[in-house]
């Protein structure tokens, strides 16, 4: 089952939005499709895992104003933690044997599916 990642940063080996990324069929090797016809098995050299999460100031407010005139007090705590809650915006970053890095958001559960593949 491949997954769907965004790229964050590509490089000359894989471009474009998004990344269908499978295991390869030899050990240190994945699979990267990009579009319709184009797909490449490429060695890995390296994987990393480059934890982040954001928070978004305005949904918090939004929430707490809707939340505070519709239920009172309350409502206004509970609008601000549910419009407030983090945003995974982790990255994993492979490195090729040729130096070349390509970045791409992924959960901590993509994170850990590609280095099984690994």
Sequence with gaps: M?????IV?????VKGIDVY?????NPGYLKFKT???TSTTLPIAGLDWQAAATRSAGKAAAGAIIGGA???????????AIGGRKKDASTAVFTFH???RLYVTATGKDFEKLQSWL
Excluded: E, P, V, Y
Aim: hydrophobic share 35%.
């Design 70 to 80: 519709l239920t009172g007090g309350l409502g206004l705590l509970a609008g601000a």
């Design 2 to 6: 491949s997954l769907r990642l965004k």
């Design 98 to 100: 040729d130096g070349q």
């Design 35 to 37: 579009g319709l016809f």
């Design 21 to 25: 990324i499978d295991k390869g069929r």
């Design 9 to 13: 940063t590509g490089c000359k080996h």
